[in-house]
């Protein structure tokens, strides 16, 4: 498939920080084992977490949007194992084959979906 030729097998340990929000936005991860937790930073505070990714889930869709800056902060709190696209890659790739660009625009919009709802219940206090 089209996608293997732009993914490489990534390692995150603890701590480590896979995206800052507004630094460029050039990979995404699609997340094999551990868990990477996904917030925003409140101005003069830290960074309030209102999302936790585990297996199966994808980091990052900011690659794909204009201006193509990390909307969230996102730190790998239990060891990751990945598989990382080049966003810039990719987006070739979409622009070239419009039925990719369509199904990769289609998963990503439920990531986005999903993101935008854990958000809202973060900020009005609502935790599932």
């Known amino acids: 498939m089209i996608l293997a030729s732009g993914a490489k097998a990534f390692t995150g340990t603890p701590g480590q920080l896979l995206a800052k929000e507004g630094e460029e936005a050039n990979k995404f991860f699609l997340i094999q084992s551990g868990r990477v937790s996904i917030g925003i930073k409140k101005p003069g505070t830290e960074v309030v ?24 902060e996102c730190r790998v ?27 990769l625009t289609k998963e990503l919009l439920a990531v986005v979906s999903g993101r935008l709802t854990a958000t809202r219940q973060e900020l009005l206090g609502i935790h599932k």
Request: glycine fraction near 10%.
């Open 49 to 72: 977490p209102v999302h936790m990714v585990g297996p199966g889930e994808v980091v990052g869709w900011s690659w794909l949007v204009p201006p193509h800056r990390w909307k969230f």
């Open 77 to 103: 709190v239990q060891e990751v194992k990945a598989i990382a696209f080049d966003g810039e890659w990719l987006r070739e790739k979409c622009e070239n084959d419009h039925e990719l660009g369509y199904h």
